[in-house]
T-cell receptor, first 111, second 113 residues
Framework: DQQVKQNSPSLSVQEGRISILNCDYT??????FLWYKKYPAEGPTFLISISSIKDKNEDGRFTVFLNKSAKHLSLHIVPSQPGDSAVYFC??????????FGTGTSLTVIP | DSGVTQTPKHLITATGQRVTLRCSPRSGDLSVYWYQQSLDQGLQFLIQYYNGEERAKGNILERFSAQQFPDLHSELNLSSLELGDSALYFC????????????FGPGTRLLVL
């Protein structure tokens, strides 16, 4: 039972444009959400997080939006750069401190 | 380099066997997490330890066990291995439990033949 879903396995974007990665969740007990980036042969790297009491968090080129009523999370990358090409995972933590990850979206930024 | 080390990098073994994966957290981190990444399931949270004590449990099979030692390194023991246990196993660490940023190691790739 996949409680965190990333329905787009891949995404291609032109350099300089916006990348939007989406994530949906089913469990209303999730109260913290994170995005990780993963390059091949490396472990995931933390990008940005958001608490369920907020609806937006920004860090440089990265912004995460949370829509609790829709149980939807998105990561915006503006402007996209070739170095952003990687697999992006969204993750959620429930009140019992259990972590759930999505299956990832592979982003390709085309120069 | 995240500062989290995992050994071995690769492991090939047979069904029914037992293996131990080792993780050394970043200096100063007290919390260790274990994850399994299978081809078709993404990252699955297995278990979390904080300062030697089990803190949270995910979808960890009964054939699997883990512990965190006084020097804060952790081991994940996988026994009675099955073909489906073939996966990439990641360890992550953080300063404190819960919502702290986790730093992931490079993973151990396990192949069960």
């Amino acid at each position: 039972d996949q409680q965190v879903k990333q329905n787009s396995p891949s995404l291609s974007v032109q350099e300089g444009r916006i990348s939007i990665l989406n994530c949906d969740y089913t469990n209303s007990m999730f109260d913290y959400f994170l995005w990780y980036k993963k390059y091949p042969a490396e472990g995931p790297t933390f990008l940005i997080s958001i608490s369920s009491i907020k609806d937006k968090n920004e860090d440089g080129r990265f912004t995460v939006f949370l829509n609790k009523s829709a149980k939807h999370l998105s990561l915006h990358i503006v402007p996209s750069q070739p170095g952003d090409s990687a697999v992006y995972f969204c993750a959620a933590i429930n009140t019992g401190n259990q972590f759930y990850f999505g299956t990832g979206t592979s982003l390709t930024v085309i120069p | 380099d995240s500062g989290v080390t995992q050994t071995p990098k690769h492991l090939i073994t047979a069904t029914g066997q037992r293996v131990t994966l080792r993780c050394s957290p970043r200096s100063g981190d007290l919390s260790v997490y274990w994850y399994q990444q299978s081809l078709d399931q993404g990252l699955q949270f297995l278990i979390q330890y904080y300062n030697g004590e089990e803190r949270a449990k995910g979808n960890i099979l009964e054939r699997f066990s883990a512990q965190q030692f006084p020097d804060l390194h952790s081991e994940l023991n996988l026994s009675s291995l099955e073909l489906g246990d073939s996966a990439l196993y990641f360890c992550a660490s953080s300063v404190a439990p819960s919502r702290e940023t986790q730093y992931f190691g490079p993973g151990t790739r396990l192949l069960v033949l």
